[in-house]
């Protein structure tokens, strides 16, 4: 049986990867993709990357920027579109509901345009789900992205990775 446990990048191995030369060659774009080796990196290798490379830090930072505001982009083009869909179900079921008044209907056909009334609420109540789920992914996606970019740089940083809160008893 082959030893299951990896033995960590050397420097060789994390440039082969990223497809560079060396770490001065790190683009923005390579940033994430070297952010994501770091748990497999031996520790110096990544000490080494980020002295090569000393605009890591700004660079981290602007990919965050970047992915806020797609974040912020997708929320609001998400908010836009389930707007348009209630106001669709709104004006469908004002128009039903002006036809259920009217006296001349059969009880067949008044309990055909309720039910048509119900289906149009329900599709409503359905697409107000999804909305929810999509905003549940957006967030818990992005809270793993900050955790692994945080991690990352704990990492590289020498951090234990713990987080330490403070206590009034410990003084």
Known sequence: MKNL??????EKKVLDKLGIED????SKDKVVEFISMLPNMEPEVA???????PEFTSTVKSIMVDYKQAIEMALKNNNDSMRACQEAAKSILKSLDKILDNDNLTHEEKMQIIEKMQEVQKMLNDKDSENKKFIRDIVSVAGLVVISVVGATAAIIGSDGKIKLSNK???
């Open 169 to 171: 008893n410990d003084s």
């Open 23 to 26: 770490f001065r060659h790190l």
């Open 47 to 53: 000490k080494i990357a980020i002295a090569q490379f």
């Open 5 to 10: 446990l990896k033995r960590p990048f050397n």
